[in-house]
């Protein structure tokens, strides 16, 4: 790179040099993934760095991105779509697209098996891979451009990328074992940061429910243990209600519905990915035998990139 425009740009292989270590969780399992050696790895992160003026990884043991990283990652992800995407599409050598897909972390086992299944061999010829994450998280990402396609629900408003879009019902369970108390506090499961849980305290203190937390954890499998030890109440969506957990319909107030739906980056080609869109929306929708009145507004709009 000429010496004027060294601080004007950040070179590619820095940006993924970053990626790499964040999405494999070391140094060392990032050289191997990019053939490179460990010190080349170090090397390009300190230069990174450099170039933009600090730390991109905390000091100490483990893999903890600074404010600084944290940053640069979503940037990072950002850039390296379009420059893979425009390799993929103009470049010499014809390689085959990727397709980033966000689920939420309360989809369980059976289900992201069921969607791997579906999506993972594209009919258009993309590589698809999967992240999990709260919906808040990816719902940043969707709009920072580091994920294609998010299925996102209880959004506070929808991102304008909509691919289908559906409503489900919300409810409260809590595990057969655990006996509720009329006039007691209700044993509530929950973390306050996510929106559906906001909703859920918003529904109880309107309806002036008196309630105790009695566990609390961002992760949802953690939070879903703990209603099915019988340690309290939790809101969910109804397809999550599965044999060992039973509808509160008693004692609590009724939940509001939420928003869900399939979702797109700004300038994702809809019209080309078509067929995977459809088996995307058949393995996220709830099951039609649930909600017989379900519409999909599916909407394939020409979002050219």
């Not at 043991?61 to 425009?86: S, W």
């Not at 959004?155 to 990328?161: F, K, L, N, Y």
Request: hydrophobic content about 45%; proline content about 7%; glycine content about 8%.
């Amino acid at each position: 790179m000429h010496r004027r425009h060294a601080k004007k740009n950040v070179p590619i292989e820095l940006l993924r040099a970053v990626t790499a270590v964040v999405d494999t969780g070391s140094f060392t399992k990032a050289a191997d993934a990019l053939d490179l050696t460990q010190s080349a790895i170090s090397a390009q992160i300190a230069r990174l760095a450099q170039l933009l003026g600090g730390d991109i990884f905390a000091k100490g043991p483990g893999i903890t991105l600074t404010k600084r990283g944290l940053l640069v990652l979503q940037y990072a992800r950002r850039m390296l779509a379009i420059n893979d995407e425009l390799l993929a599409c103009t470049g010499p050598v014809s390689a085959p697209r990727q397709l980033v897909i966000g689920l939420p972390t309360w989809f369980g086992q059976q289900h992201l098996v069921a969607i791997f299944e579906k999506c993972s061999g594209s009919p258009t010829g993309e590589q698809v891979s999967f992240r999990c994450d709260r919906s808040e998280q990816l719902t940043r990402e969707l709009h920072h451009g580091s994920l294609d396609l998010a299925f996102l629900c209880n959004m506070e408003g929808a991102p304008r990328g909509t691919v289908a879009q559906w409503s489900e019902r919300m409810v409260w369970v809590k595990s057969p074992k655990l006996a509720l108390s009329p006039g007691a506090p209700l044993p509530l499961v929950g973390w306050p940061g996510s929106n559906a849980d906001r909703r859920a305290l918003d529904a109880l203190q309107n309806a002036g429910v008196k309630f105790v937390i009695t566990f609390s954890a961002p992760d949802f499998s953690s939070r879903f243990a703990a209603v099915v030890a019988g340690i309290g109440v939790l809101s969910v969506h109804e397809r999550q209600l599965g044999p060992e957990l039973e509808i509160v319909s008693e004692g609590v107030p009724a939940l509001p519905d939420t928003k869900s739906g399939l979702y797109a980056r700004d300038g994702l080609d809809l019209r080309r990915i078509a067929p995977l869109l459809e088996r995307l929306v058949h393995a996220l929708a709830p099951p039609p035998a649930a909600h017989p009145n379900l519409k999909l507004a599916v909407v394939h709009r020409n979002r050219t990139a």
